[in-house]
């Protein structure tokens, strides 16, 4: 079955720098959305940043100049990164990977409910 594991999660100073990791195994595709999406306790889920089959990228604009995804996809793996510069103390939230290997993504993707796999998720604190 499909299995989306993050990792890179962590505690950093404002200003500093993470870099997320999206391991998928399982998959089959002839194309693809996947996304990071974050949450706050009490808040509603945000979508950050998406990637598709075809490279195309989407960000928040809580993110856009600041977050860069991006995926590798050789040798019949796939990963997904988020690269997380400039961090603000409003960025910290659980962090989740979501796939969709059925289409490329839409523009309501940051919905969330074209997404049918996720992630356990990774916590980043960053602290003023």
């Known amino acids: 079955q499909v299995q989306l594991v993050e990792s890179g999660g962590g505690s950093v100073r404002s200003g500093g720098s993470l870099r997320l990791s999206c391991a998928a195994s399982g998959y089959s595709y002839s194309s693809y959305c996947m996304a990071w999406f974050r949450q706050v306790p009490g808040k509603e889920r945000e979508g950050v940043a998406n990637i598709d089959s075809d490279g195309y990228t989407n960000y928040a604009d809580s993110v856009k100049g600041r977050f860069t995804i991006s995926q590798d996809n050789a040798k019949n793996t796939l990963t997904l990164y988020l690269q997380m510069n400039n961090l603000k103390s409003e960025d910290t939230a659980m962090y989740y990977c979501?796939?969709?290997?059925?289409?490329?993504?839409?523009?309501?993707?940051?919905?969330?409910?074209?997404?049918?796999?996720w992630g356990q998720g990774t916590q980043v604190t960053v602290s003023s």
């Open positions: 979501a796939a969709d290997f059925d289409d490329i993504c839409s523009g309501s993707w940051d919905e969330g409910l074209s997404f049918g796999y």
